[in-house]
């Protein structure tokens, strides 16, 4: 085809059916064509990479207000620059609902803070805290029916909680309206007795929010947020899943022919509880907390096992940053007690890395699997498929060029993200994205941003798993 705006040429093409040897050609955003000896334009030379679809990462935070005051490191122009740099093209970041307020005035409150400075596409999902009978009836079937496809509740948090009666209506709407919801599921009130037993005992280090958060408190939420599911029939994803005793809940469900989607994250493969005993369980375990917390050598076994086998659909980060000054997660209140530590770790420039060094590099899942974790299953689960997600004609040429062979380790200084640290600075990684491309225009290269942001919000279509 004569024409083309772009060739992508001489590497190899990676989906999560299939690697072959190919030319891309791109015309006004989108692969037009896929073949040999292509010409156009412009041409880039992909010979020794490979050419992967760009990175989706459905679950990343940005700009989030938080109950205590803290701030959250990332904005839409350094979480999406990091974004890009690490490999994405589309991050879904939430819009949250502070309790009180309208859904919709919510919404347009992220579309204010994300317009004009994204350097990935963006959309989003909502956090429901307040089901009110003008939200269940009238606000959410409004913003699904507009793209706003997905939305997340909270079994536990003080300030996000929602109650079992008050899940069953989500529940509800969601089955109504066809949109698919995620689900935190761990238990609010066995962390809280955890907390005050611990905090008795004297136990308020960092680590001991990994305690608190007990893994049989995610359990017995998840097989809760599973059973209401069952009685509603209605899909759902069970988000960040964080080891063995949660994921066993989720294979009864599928077992029993139940649609249960999940997810896991860089954190339950590559950090363990002891990573939040810090130095000698000092403050500097407060950068590994998060909710729910990394667990064991066990749990790491059996997550890889659920990304081999398909218990996990996606792998997102769960970027959620907070510097480790006093800005974010360091305050007097979050020394005096592990309680208020913000939890929330960064992630989303490292999480393709991360998967593809640890799991293709070292063998424990192939290539296809690595692009429908990261990629295709997500554009599916999430209403973006086939316009993202995938390589194929009349998509958008939203590509990750990708060098196998490159090492070198986690720096944080060499990281886009405007957080103060990584959780997992300098481990060793095996194969790393060189250019990232948007519709066809280069948004970064080199683990550095290039250009102004050009990325917009995506209106997205009912779930894959509804179909
Ligand atoms: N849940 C998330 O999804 N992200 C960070 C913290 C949390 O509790
Ligand atoms: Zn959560
Ligand atoms: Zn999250």
């Known amino acids: 085809m004569s024409g083309l705006d772009l060739v992508i040429a001489g590497g190899t093409v990676v989906t999560a059916a299939d690697s072959y040897a190919a030319d891309i050609g791109i015309k006004n955003g989108r692969i037009a064509q896929i073949g040999h000896e292509l010409s156009g334009a412009e041409r880039i030379d992909a010979t020794g990479l490979l050419v992967l679809p760009g990175g989706i990462d459905a679950h990343v935070h940005l700009d989030q207000p938080t109950s205590d005051g803290t701030t959250m490191a990332d904005g839409f122009v350094s979480g999406t620059r990091s974004a890009a740099a690490g490999g994405n093209t589309t991050v879904l970041p939430f819009a949250l609902q502070i309790r009180g307020q309208s859904l919709r005035a919510c919404v347009e409150e992220y579309h204010q803070k994300a317009e004009g400075h994204c350097h990935t596409d963006v959309s989003f999902h909502l956090i429901v805290t307040d089901p009110?009978?003008?939200?269940?009836?009238?606000?959410?079937?409004?913003?699904?029916?507009?793209?706003?496809?997905?939305?997340?509740?909270?079994?536990?948090?003080?300030?996000?909680?929602?109650?079992?009666?008050?899940?069953?209506?989500?529940?509800?709407?969601?089955?109504?309206?066809?949109?698919?919801?995620?689900?935190?599921?761990?238990?609010?009130?066995?962390?809280?007795?955890?907390?005050?037993?611990?905090?008795?005992?004297?136990?308020?280090?960092?680590?001991?929010?990994?305690?608190a958060h007990a893994q049989i408190a995610e359990r017995e939420a998840t097989h809760r947020a599973i059973s209401h599911a069952q009685l509603i029939d209605v899909?759902?994803?069970?988000?960040?899943?964080?080891?063995?005793?949660?994921?066993?809940?989720?294979?009864?469900?599928?077992?029993?022919?139940?649609?249960?989607?999940?997810?896991?994250?860089?954190?339950?493969?590559?950090?363990?509880?002891?990573?939040?005993?810090?130095?000698?369980m000092d403050f500097d375990g407060a950068k590994y907390v998060c909710s729910p917390p990394p667990r064991d050598a066990d749990s790491q076994a059996a997550i890889w096992q659920g990304l081999r086998d398909g218990t996990f659909d996606i792998f997102s980060s769960d970027h959620c940053p907070f510097r480790i000054d006093g800005t974010g997660k360091d305050t007097p209140s979050a020394r005096s007690s592990f309680k208020y530590v913000p939890n929330g770790i960064p992630g989303v420039e490292t999480r393709l890395p991360i998967l593809f060094s640890e799991g293709v590099g070292k063998g424990r899942i192939s290539l296809q699997r690595f692009v429908a974790l990261t990629a295709t299953n997500p554009a599916r689960l999430y209403g973006l498929y086939p316009q993202k997600g995938s390589i194929a004609i009349g998509a958008d040429a939203d590509l990750a060029l990708w060098d196998p062979t490159l090492t070198r380790p986690i720096r944080q200084a060499q990281l886009n993200h405007n957080c103060d640290y990584t959780p997992y600075e300098g481990m060793e990684i095996t194969g790393w994205p060189v250019r990232t491309l948007l519709r066809g225009l280069t948004i970064a290269q080199d683990g550095a941003p290039v250009g102004d942001p050009t990325g917009g919000h995506l209106s997205r279509g009912t779930s894959g798993a509804f179909v």
């Open 132 to 211: 009110t009978p003008q939200v269940l009836g009238q606000e959410l079937p409004a913003l699904v029916r507009d793209g706003y496809t997905s939305f997340k509740v909270f079994m536990t948090y003080d300030d996000l909680v929602l109650n079992d009666a008050q899940i069953l209506d989500v529940f509800e709407v969601a089955r109504r309206e066809r949109a698919l919801v995620m689900v935190h599921a761990e238990g609010h009130d066995a962390i809280r007795h955890l907390t005050r037993r611990l905090e008795a005992e004297g136990h308020t280090a960092p680590y001991y929010h990994g305690q």
């Open 235 to 280: 899909p759902v994803v069970i988000v960040h899943v964080s080891g063995r005793d949660p994921m066993e809940q989720i294979q009864w469900a599928r077992a029993r022919g139940m649609k249960v989607h999940a997810e896991t994250c860089p954190q339950y493969i590559a950090l363990t509880a002891d990573d939040l005993r810090g130095l000698n």
